[in-house]
């Protein structure tokens, strides 16, 4: 029979194994079937379904990340050029009002000199006339003053 | 005091006869009473099962990443799922098991004979846990590397072969042995001691109690999830 005793003793004892002992290993092989489907799959399922999702949270978060840095990049780039397109077309600008302002200033300054030239011209000519008149008066003085002088002789 | 002493019933037992098989009646009442409440515990826990974890599933998802990391380093990333609801099943028993016998106050149950008391202070319960340690990690080796398994007994070299044989026979002896040992005697001592000072005294020796408990329960699944992790190891 199953039931047997190590140390001789018929009833009782620390040492009495009987069929306790494969009736305990039934039970708990059968335990390990009721806790696999009642415990460890359930569990294992939400818990291993928890970590996927996390593990694959975290992947497109990293994904996204690495995205944004290339987009950040490209962005940077792209301020880079138009801060360089910006520059040049500020000291077009620049180059350009100059030639302007200067061209004005040349225009200018060639107007204010004709007039000034024809002021001058227009000063000579009456200059000219005035003296021209005032020699003739003198003249005139002149020959009037011989022809008293004449006369009164 | 022997007399005295005597009182503590040690090795009386309750027995259920039935047919011709003499069972120990107070290690079942006991497993089944601890067994119940912990599918109970389990069932209330895993009932309604969420993504985002509260009160019982938290402490049940937490008791299962504690198992599955002892099954994983022990046995490896390779099989460790194969086995690690019988490890676990090792664990939860053997962990209830001592800390009902240690927390529940059994002795206010009289029984015609023998006392209830943790199922794993009997060595039926025991030497039945160590042989289905011993059957597993067999059943693991065979069933993993076919007959390549035996190399294992001459691994390193030949001359291991009967130190390894005698392994086979100290293994489930030690771990039925230590654990029948370790759980009897915190009952015992325990039971001297109230019985002598029942004030105070038992108090700490209950918690150093509670603790060898715990242990002896890691201990137990531990080695066990070790011995199937050497049978399933590939020598190179």
Known sequence: MLAFNLFGATEGGLFDINATLPLMAIQVVALTYILNSLFFKPVGKVVEKREKFVSNNIIEAKNKLSEVKKLEADLLTQLQSARTEAQRIVSEAEAESEKLYKEALELANNEANASKEKARLEIESQTSVARDQLSKQADDLSELIVNRLILEK | ?236
């Open chain 2, 1 to 236: 005091m022997l007399t005295n002493f005597a009182a503590l019933e040690v090795g009386q037992h309750l027995y259920w006869q039935i047919g011709n098989i003499r069972l120990h009646g107070q290690v079942f009442l006991t497993s089944w009473i601890l067994l119940g409440a912990l599918l109970v515990f389990i069932s209330l826990g895993t009932k309604k099962m969420e993504n985002d974890p509260k009160g019982l599933q938290n402490l049940l998802e937490f008791l299962w990443d504690y198992i599955r990391d002892l099954a994983r380093t022990q046995i490896g990333e390779k099989v460790y799922r194969d086995w690690m609801p019988f490890i676990g099943t090792l664990f939860l028993f053997v962990f209830v098991s001592n800390w009902g016998g240690a927390l529940i106050p059994w002795r206010l149950i009289k029984l015609p004979s023998g006392e209830l008391g943790a199922p794993t202070a009997d060595i039926n319960t025991t030497i039945a846990l160590a042989l289905l340690v011993s059957l597993s990690y067999f059943y693991a080796g065979l069933s993993n590397k076919g007959w390549r398994y035996f190399e294992y007994y001459v691994h390193p070299t030949p001359i291991m072969l009967p130190f390894k044989i005698l392994e086979d026979f100290t293994k489930p002896l030690s771990l039925s042995f230590r654990l029948f040992g370790n759980i009897l005697a915190d009952e015992l001592v325990v039971g001297v001691l109230v019985f002598l000072v029942p004030l105070i005294l038992p108090i700490p020796v209950m918690f150093l109690g509670l603790f060898t408990s715990a242990i002896q329960a890691l201990i137990f699944a531990t080695l066990a999830a070790y011995y199937i992790g050497e049978a399933v190891e590939e020598h190179h």
